[in-house]
């Protein structure tokens, strides 16, 4: 583990725990199963902190390969000191590294090379040498002549040759080369024009016409437009440093003679060094840097929406009717029962003269399959359709809720191969309906099924490094995944995979196990499945709920390891482990009496949650925004109207949000509190309700201005949703009943 002192110093943890850690990763052991259930070992390492010790470990993994291979390069080529194998080997970064192998590094034919050639090192190191020792010359042209030959017809020939060799050496240097790129980094200026092809107002990018910002000050989504911009042709976009004080930098630490010629010999040299030598490749090197950093605030932020959509609360598993609207095409209904089983589908016309027939064959699926919900798809003819469902569901008893939903990335799933091989005999229309149905009784199961680039709540996700991305964002989805539990009977082959320790040949094996011998009937069932030992079951049980089972503790997150000791706990409290799990007061139980070699505090903390609430959802109650009646287009809003309206994304600017028209308004960053703002994620998230105040209206653009700050005097979150920790401590919700939901969405509720 010759990384973990490393890596422990820069996370501030001791040795000993990512020694742990990685240790537990090297024996397949997944983060999610290791931040849950490998507590003692690691001293509670979080999630967060295990996937930054991974990330460390294959980064210095992968600088300690290239180091080797640098070594061997240069020792091949003989040129191998000691010094030069020290400084290699104590170097921390890639960009040190290859800047102390540049001058070594196999490159084509340069200027340099051709002098070299031609025999004109000698020369360079002569003036090399003069410059270092401050000896006199009188004449350079002088000193030059004597390498006059075939190849070299003159004096000036010869000068210009060293030249050459000189700056590139001058160019090569690791420490000039650090000082030029932190130079450009803290006070260079990042400038951009659109192209005379692009008249005024054509472009997307008209705020970048005539764009200047510090490099150091420039936000990520700025970077990432203007290198989109470039990468179009539409936009130029330069980066320029203090060109006189790096050379007046690299003039100090190179000249030593104060010889005059010599001097402004030198001083000709070193200003084509940095000009044709260093200026282009550090410049992109810096840009590249940024471009990276950019890249990865934005998928960061791309993260933290997805693992907000995907921990949405779920309306529940009950009997539920999904609508794709559309008005010439019709709207697609389909039925689904309680576990996301399709049932039934129908076109109706509502739209286009037929809604007396569209209300009756509605009406008829909704007491046919005891529909308990009606989702509606936001997108096209959304409202017009919500308006219908809710003339055909008015006089119904029991009366159906229905509730809009966004359904975007319904599309993408409909023609997905997963939705293929789930309805492989049902229309690409049909499968958005089902999508958005499934939706709303459990949103994580439904949108693992999709991209989650695709989903939309995030910001030039196609311009980011896309294997960052995909990694980032399957950590994402596989956290919460296991964050939440997955019911083992009704979980899809999609959502089982994301389970720790579960890969995709054995999801398929569960599914075909369950669908050939019946529901599980408890954990160690698993073990039967095909592909799935002892490992992998140590890995995936703990997170797999099965409900009604044997054994109650198998619909919890205490893991089938520690089934023994929750056992003697209940015993200790006389509650029969076999007996349907009540709520229990175990605050002042004296765990210490329970702690063994294997099993340590907090763990046995753990299992006493579970036990005091067994089969708890961690995820928040499921809330809703109530559209203003009479504002369904842009032309109805004013300013200063004060709207109810729900985060749909969150960037670095600010944040979207969804108030009941056709567009989304934002929230700059600026009005989001009374305070000063760095990160927008630190006062909103996706799928908050929030409450906003209408500050402009630009009807040819179609952008609307809102603030939060203006509605709640700016203290902070605008309508603040439950902590992780208080997620996680909350029970889970007896079932609801129909009345339950009628109750929460009765209000008048109209989105687009």
């Not at 390891?561 to 056992?567: F, G, K, V």
């Not at 605050?587 to 046995?604: F, H, I, K, M, S």
Request: glycine content about 6%; aromatic content about 6%.
């Amino acid at each position: 583990m010759q990384f973990a002192p490393v890596i422990a110093k820069d996370l501030s943890v001791r040795p000993a725990q990512v020694e742990a850690a990685l240790e537990l990763l090297e024996t397949g052991a997944t983060v999610p199963f290791i931040a849950r259930y490998r507590k003692e070992k690691t001293g509670e390492l979080d999630e967060r902190q295990l996937r930054q010790i991974e990330e460390q470990f294959a980064y210095l993994s992968e600088l300690t390969n290239r180091k080797q291979t640098v070594l061997e390069s240069i020792d091949n080529q003989g040129k191998l000191t000691p010094e030069l194998r020290n400084r290699i080997t104590q170097c921390t970064s890639k960009t040190e590294l290859e800047d102390l192998y540049l001058p070594y590094r196999p490159k084509r034919r340069t200027r340099a090379t051709i002098a070299r050639e031609k025999g004109l090192e000698p020369l360079a190191q002569q003036l090399a040498q003069l410059n270092q020792t401050g000896q006199a010359v009188q004449s350079l042209e002088t000193l030059a002549a004597e390498y006059v030959s075939d190849q070299v017809p003159d004096a000036a020939t010869a000068l210009q040759g060293a030249a050459d060799i000189l700056a590139e050496g001058i160019a090569e240097q690791s420490a000039l080369r650090a000082y030029v790129r932190q130079t450009l980094l803290k006070t260079g200026t990042v400038s951009s024009k659109i192209k005379p092809d692009y008249p005024e107002g054509s472009t997307k990018y008209e705020m970048y016409r005539k764009y200047d910002c510090a490099i150091a000050k420039l936000a990520p989504h700025n970077l990432l437009a203007l290198l989109r911009g470039d990468k179009e042709g539409i936009l130029k976009v330069n980066l320029t440093g203090d060109e006189d004080n790096i050379l007046e930098h690299l003039d100090y630490s190179q000249i030593r003679t104060k010889q005059a010629n010599l001097r402004q010999f030198y001083q000709t040299v070193i200003k084509d060094a940095f000009s044709r030598l260093m200026k282009n490749s550090l410049t992109n090197e810096v840009i590249a840097e940024k471009k990276a950093w950019a890249d990865g605030e934005s998928i960061n932020t791309f993260a933290v929406n997805i693992k907000n959509l995907l921990l949405a609360a779920p309306a529940g598993m009950k009997p539920t009717l999904g609508v794709d609207p559309g008005f010439r095409t019709g709207c697609k209904v389909a039925a689904i029962d309680g576990t996301g089983k399709f049932l039934d589908y129908k076109p109706i016309f509502p739209h286009t003269g037929k809604q007396e027939s569209a209300a009756k064959i509605l009406s008829e699926m909704i007491k046919r399959h005891n529909i308990q919900l009606i989702a509606i798809g936001n997108g096209t003819a959304s409202r017009e359709t919500d308006a219908f469902v809710g003339s055909v569901i008015r006089d119904l008893e029991p009366k159906p809720i229905k509730v809009m939903v966004n359904e975007s990335g319904a599309s993408i799933y409909s023609a997905s191969e997963v939705a293929i091989s789930e309805f492989p005999d049902l229309d690409i229309t049909v499968r958005g309906a089902i999508s958005i149905a499934r939706r709303l009784q459990d949103p994580l199961a439904e949108l693992v099924k999709i991209e989650p680039k695709s989903i939309g709540v995030g910001q030039y996700q196609h311009d980011v490094d896309q294997k960052q991305l995909k990694q980032k964002l399957d950590a994402t989805v596989e956290s919460c995944v296991n964050y939440v539990g997955v019911d083992l009977n009704i979980a899809s082959r999609e959502l089982l995979t994301y389970v720790s320790g579960i890969s995709s040949a054995v999801a398929n094996n569960i599914v075909a196990y369950r669908n050939e011998n019946g529901a599980f009937n408890s954990r160690r069932q698993l073990l039967k499945v095909a592909k799935l030992g002892p490992k992998a079951y140590e890995q995936c049980a703990g997170f797999l709920r099965i409900r009604d089972g044997k054994n109650p503790l198998d619909n919890t997150a205490v893991h089938p390891e520690s089934y023994n000791i929750a056992t003697t706990i209940l015993k200790d409290q006389g509650v029969d482990s076999k007996a349907v799990l009540s709520e229990l007061n175990l605050a002042n139980l004296d765990l210490q009496r329970y702690v063994t070699e294997a099993v340590g505090l907090p763990t046995l903390r753990d299992i006493v949650e579970e036990l005091e609430k067994p089969g708890r959802d961690p995820r928040a109650e499921f809330t809703y925004a109530s559209f203003q009646e009479g504002v369904n287009e842009i032309s109805d809003l004013t300013e200063g109207m004060i709207l109810e309206g729900v985060i749909t994304n969150v960037a670095n600017f600010g944040a979207f949000v969804d108030i009941g028209v056709h567009q989304d308004g934002l929230v700059h960053v600026s009005q989001l509190a009374n305070r000063f703002v760095s990160d927008p994620k630190e006062i909103v998230q996706v799928g908050q309700v929030v409450k906003v105040k209408v500050l402009e209206i630009n009807k040819e653009l179609k952008r609307i201005g809102l603030s939060i700050k203006a509605v709640d005097g700016g203290g902070g979150k605008a309508a603040p949703r439950p902590s992780k920790k208080q997620a996680v401590e909350k029970a889970a919700p007896k079932p609801a009943s129909l009345s339950d939901l009628q109750a929460k969405f009765s209000r008048p509720k109209r989105r687009r």
